[in-house]
């Protein structure tokens, strides 16, 4: 009989689709609107009128099935609150007045039955109400709850209703919840395992959410039966190395091994490694015969910085074998054969900005991925915070919510439950290509970890978790009752992951680290080396006119902007011909064009970067007629392989700077270049910089190709616009004081003052046989300034990136003063000593400033063997800049002790007084030739 009733109320509940929401389900007549309030209704149906459209039955009958369906749509849209998520059962059972059937007209003996007509006319029988209601408790109140109302299409919206609805009609097989319990059971033994052997390792162990397995599990299986290859996974620490050993086969003695404080790099490689739960791996899984590689990407604790890095790195993979299809075109989803599995924790997917930061990307020309499945292993307490005094919103999930994305809520004391949520989940990804959430509420069976005492902050909580028995165990238990297994098999299972744990413990000391690192298309690079290297970045120069020549080659019904083409197009043609005074613009062009002939994919992305913020760029050409967009650099030639990505970003630096970087560590070819808006904009980067672009090749041996192009110059703009904080990057840097380094540096710093230098640097960061993150000290004012243009020779065989620039005075022998400076700040310096006539003085330009150049330095002093004074000249004030940098090498390394000439300290970057500004300049310029 239930099985009767479940029928036909899931035909009920199919037929009710059909009405589409309570905004649609209005019924009119000559009177007027028949709506939600059922004394309205009820005055209508006692005083019926001639002009109505039915007869009083009948409007009886269509006004209870419009009641219904009403009924029907407020457990679809309130059902979650009222569901049983919570597996500690600390949540007060609530009784939501939004599904009570008074609300709906729907009480008393008149609605007892649902007549078979109108819009259940499909159903042979009558249903109670009451049954009905029964069955919608048990569909949206359940261990399995649904937030979709709300979708931006009613396709979707009655798609997931028909999925979440029917989801119990497919059974999962008895084989795979034996399966299921023995990987729940895997995972737990590997907690109790290393708890017993490492007692002292903060582990951040599964224990408690261990039903994230079967989540991971399933979303491996529909990636099989959906062709979907590529798997790449962002994750915290929670479960992490639970993750690894039970799914991803990552040996368990490197894990053991680190926790004996050993290293987890092989022989001879160049870092420093990283901490037990930021360790990473990529691997092969086969589900159904068919094997999906799964790119499991390092962490840093930061949490959710992980996650524009993942997203980055997919939207690479798609890209990687289908240029053409995602350079220009802004339609179209992505998404076959790659998707991105996010993995959260609950109070940081609420509270940290990276996570709507990466939302904004889900549905962005030039950085959809086609939708990713975000997991949050909800532990209902952040660190030492209740959910309650750490967010406002109701769910940690809300925030999805914003961007339209479905919410599937589930407890996570039911395993299948999950299966069964993550399985839907998969499909609404794979049927609409964006993004889905799922929460599975669990706990922590210890605190923030292991070593933690919970019941100082938590005591009611940890009560409720230490009486009880763990998932796993209860899991396992239902399964035997079941009769599927008998717990003897289930024993077998453990015992034989206890003996391959320990086989790995007993091999800590002899075991040999395997190389993990520039394999694959990675092979063929190398680590940097202990000397500065120098690489013939030059070009043919017939290669040069040419590609010169095509990144402003327009076809004839584009309407180009009268400004641009005269200013633009037409100027650079003919810089082309002339063969000098070529700017910045034209010398980043022929950079990209002469990559993309060689078979390099470039890619730049940032606020406005298609113009430039100071529209000088115009890479990008808009139809001044329809704004369609046409990219010159894409048609070199009809054989063209290699393409530019012009990807003009949302308002993020954070996001989209780590989104960045996840395409600089996924393909070796492709030069990922992100411009800052102006300099100081990085700040709101700062976690990605710190813990991803300089220190990702010291912990984890990935390199990267990034470039970062951060305008700078004290023009008199004010505190904001001026430093891109160049002091920042030259602290973090390991560049040492008192040692010669080689390319072998964190990442390069360089502040050029040619396009040519501009030109070689963007070159060297693909010709070389290593890769390196590049921060480029950008230019604003001299883009377009005369003296800051370079000719075509300087780009032509046998050139390249020179780290100094020397004077070109005639006698050296006269010299008796040498100014150092660095960046735009040249210009100034020689525009003042033309106009002195200061002959007796050389200035001599640092393009690099890491990798300091020692040797170049050294061989410059030594021509100038007459000085008596050496200068450091900075337009920065004292405590920003270069000055702290490069003094003490100066000293240490050079053999040259350095006076100072620039602005006092100042607590900001630049003044904002106009007078105050033109007074500094006149100062610096003072001390620097007095």
Request: aromatic share 8%.
């Amino acid at each position: 009989m239930a099985l009767s009733l479940a029928h036909k109320a899931s035909k009920l509940l199919q037929k009710t689709l059909l009405y589409g929401h309570v905004s649609c389900l209005n019924y009119h007549s000559k009177q007027g609107v028949f709506g939600y309030n059922s004394a309205v209704q009820q005055n209508r149906l006692s005083n019926p009128t001639s002009e109505s459209l039915y007869s009083s039955e009948e409007l009886s009958n269509r006004i209870k099935h419009a009641n219904i369906v009403r009924l029907v749509d407020a457990y679809r849209s309130y059902g979650h609150r009222k569901a049983t998520l919570d597996p500690l059962s600390l949540q007060e059972k609530r009784v939501l007045s939004e599904l009570s059937p008074d609300q709906f007209g729907v009480t008393g003996e008149s609605a007892a039955v649902i007549q078979s007509a109108g819009i259940v006319s499909g159903l042979a029988e009558e249903i109670a109400v009451s049954d009905l209601i029964d069955h919608l408790e048990t569909v949206y109140c359940g261990s399995i709850a649904a937030e979709f109302q709300y979708l931006p299409s009613e396709e979707e919206r009655v798609w997931f209703a028909q999925q979440f609805e029917g989801r119990n009609e497919t059974e999962i097989p008895n084989s795979r919840k034996v399966e299921l319990a023995k990987l729940l059971l895997r995972c737990q033994a590997f907690d109790h395992y290393v708890a017993t052997k490492f007692s002292s390792v903060k582990r951040y162990g599964g224990e408690g959410g261990e039903s994230m397995m079967a989540s991971f599990d399933e979303i491996f299986s529909k990636c099989a039966q959906h062709d979907v290859k590529n798997v790449i996974v962002g994750m915290a620490h929670r479960g992490r190395l639970n993750f690894m050993t039970c799914l991803l086969d990552f040996p368990p003695v490197i894990m053991f091994r680190k926790m004996q404080g050993l290293s987890e790099l092989p022989a001879g490689a160049r870092g420093v490694g990283d901490v037990l739960s930021h360790l990473y791996t990529s691997v092969d899984v086969t589900r159904d015969g068919k094997p999906v590689h799964v790119s499991f990407i390092p962490n840093p604790s930061h949490l959710e910085a992980a996650n524009p890095v993942a997203v980055g790195k997919a939207r690479s993979k798609l890209q990687s074998n289908r240029w053409g299809d995602y350079s220009d075109s802004t339609e179209g989803k992505p998404g076959d054969g790659v998707l991105c599995l996010q993995v959260h924790g609950d109070a940081s997917f609420v509270g940290q900005g990276v996570v709507a930061e990466t939302f904004c990307f889900a549905d962005t020309p030039h950085f959809d991925i086609g939708g990713s499945v975000h997991l949050i292993i909800n532990n209902q307490v952040g660190f030492t915070t209740e959910s309650e005094r750490g967010r406002s919103s109701h769910y940690c999930s809300d925030i999805a919510k914003v961007s339209g994305y479905p919410v599937l809520h589930v407890n996570g004391d039911h395993p299948e439950d999950v299966v069964r949520a993550t399985s839907l989940a998969m499909e609404y990804r794979q049927k609409f290509r964006r993004d889905v959430i799922i929460d599975l509420v669990c706990f922590r069976r210890w605190g923030h970890n292991e070593m933690d005492e919970p019941a100082f902050t938590q005591p009611v909580m940890y009560k409720v978790i230490n009486s009880r028995s763990s998932v796993p165990d209860l899991y396992s238990q239902e399964v035997v009752a079941s009769g599927l297994c008998d717990q003897t098999e289930l024993s077998e299972n453990v015992q034989q992951w206890t003996s391959n744990l320990t086989d790995n413990f007993n091999q800590v000391d002899s075991y040999v680290n395997k190389p993990f690192h520039l394999l694959g298309q990675w092979s063929g690079l190398s680590q940097a080396g202990d000397v500065i290297t120098r690489w013939d970045t030059g070009v043919p120069l017939d290669t040069l006119k040419y590609v010169g020549a095509k990144s402003v080659t327009v076809p004839e019904d584009l309407n180009v902007h009268p400004t641009i083409r005269k200013t633009h197009i037409d100027r650079r043609l003919g810089k082309m011909v002339q063969g000098t005074d070529l700017d910045w613009a034209t010398a980043e062009a022929l950079a990209f064009g002469s990559l993309l002939h060689q078979g390099y994919n470039v890619r730049i992305s940032g606020q406005d970067v298609g113009r430039g913020t100071f529209s000088h760029r115009h890479c990008m050409l808009v139809d001044q007629e329809t704004d369609h967009i046409y990219i010159p650099l894409n048609s070199i030639s009809e054989s063209q392989t290699a393409f530019l990505e012009v990807a003009n970003s949302v308002l993020s630096e954070e996001g989209v700077l780590g989104f960045e970087y996840g395409v600089s560590i996924d393909q070796p070819t492709t030069l990922a270049i992100w411009e800052a808006q102006f300099g100081d904009f990085f700040n709101a980067a700062q976690t990605i910089i710190d813990t991803f672009v300089t220190s990702g090749e010291l912990k984890w041996l990935l390199q990267s190709s990034l470039v970062m192009l951060l305008p700078h110059g004290m023009d008199g703009a004010g505190p904001e616009h001026s430093s891109c904080r160049m002091e920042r990057f030259l602290q973090i840097c390991d560049s040492k004081e008192d040692k010669v380094d080689g390319d072998d540096v964190n990442f390069q710093i360089a502040n050029p003052t040619t396009p040519a230098q501009y030109f070689h640097l963007l070159r060297r960061q693909m010709i070389r046989n290593f890769r390196k993150p590049l921060v480029v000290v950008a230019p604003k004012v001299i883009l377009r300034l005369p003296a800051a243009t370079s000719s075509l020779a300087d780009m032509a065989p046998g050139t390249h990136f020179q780290p100094v620039l020397d004077d070109s005075v005639a006698a050296a022998a006269s010299v008796t003063r040498v100014v150092f400076c660095s960046g735009k700040h040249y210009y100034a310096l020689n525009a003042e000593k033309q106009k002195r006539g200061a002959q007796n003085m050389a200035l001599v330009r640092l393009e690099s400033l890491c990798p300091f150049p020692v040797e170049e330095l050294q061989q410059i002093l030594a021509k100038y063997s007459n000085a008596k004074e050496f200068v450091w000249s900075q337009e920065e004030h004292r405590n920003m800049g270069a000055w702290t940098f490069v003094s003490p090498r100066f000293h240490n390394l050079v053999g040259c002790h350095l006076k100072y000439a620039g602005r006092d300290v100042l607590g900001t970057p630049a003044v904002g007084i106009g007078e105050l500004h033109k007074q500094e300049v006149a100062d610096i310029l003072t001390q620097t030739f007095s």
